[in-house]
């Protein structure tokens, strides 16, 4: 497989510790992310929580195009699989849209939360539950292209769709894209290369992390919590874990996919974190795509 020539790559707040989970950790300022995220040499990043930036886009917009950053995306959990909350998840959603839209963003990575704080414990959908978690789906899909926005479906550990089988099911019962995170694939214990190959016409945003293969074992076991995983490592910089990215990439490259490739190292800033370790990572990360491109 030849490698990529040309590589649309974006940062994400989370690689910074920012995150929508209550007592996740230190939350950083916003322009101190933004300017590192520049730093790091990316143009380009996702949006982060609500909340995070203005939520008006166009002072959105400013404050990105005053780091030199433009918008690619933005995660938007919502609650899907429960009948008398449908609507009013789907309004927050269309919040989302509006503000994602405004601000520039063409992909909205929604996520199908259990109902529970934060990604501590799963949840097996009746048959019930999962006919109004499709419905949800394509309610939002529906949204996204009132919008002008693609909605992509991000499997995510400690959601509806974490697992091998939850994503297999997803791909054959409903028409949405997928956002391919190989590092939530690798911890809900599904192959990201596996799940790269056989969804590959169906991607359309791609969030790359790696993992260290050990630590997810422990957390799919129940041994360590996931907030605590990621506080203590569980997320590497880019070709230092298990997630296979340099084949997952030449993989993507070779059947056409042409999206973004947001990079994320999912933190937990305490005081145990060194304040410059995010940008490092993040560098670190950087450079090992372009290594990956001019191969």
Known sequence: MSAPTKMRIAGAPITWGVCEVPGWGLQLEPDLVLQEIASAGLTATELGPRGFLDTDPVAARAQLASHGLTLVSGFVPAILHRSELLDEQLRLVEESARTLAGAG?????????????????????????WETFRRGVAAAEQIGRRHGLIVALHPHYGTLIENDAQVRRLLDSTTVPLCLDTGHLLVGGADPLQIARLAAGRIAHVHLKDV?????????????????????????????????????????????YDGWYVIEQDLVIDAAIEAAGPLENATRSVRFLQRVAAA
């Not at 129940?222 to 997320?235: H, T």
């Not at 990215?245 to 059947?255: F, K, P």
């Open 105 to 129: 963003a063409e992909i909205l990575v929604l996520a199908a939360e259990t109902g529970s704080v934060g990604y501590e414990s799963s949840l097996t959908l009746d048959e019930e539950e």
């Open 212 to 256: 260290d293969a050990a630590m997810a074992r422990r957390v799919r076991s129940g041994e360590i919590g996931y907030r605590d995983a990621v506080r203590d490592g569980l997320y590497t910089p880019l070709g230092e874990g298990s997630a296979e990215i340099e084949s997952i990439v030449r993989l993507l490259t070779s059947s056409g």
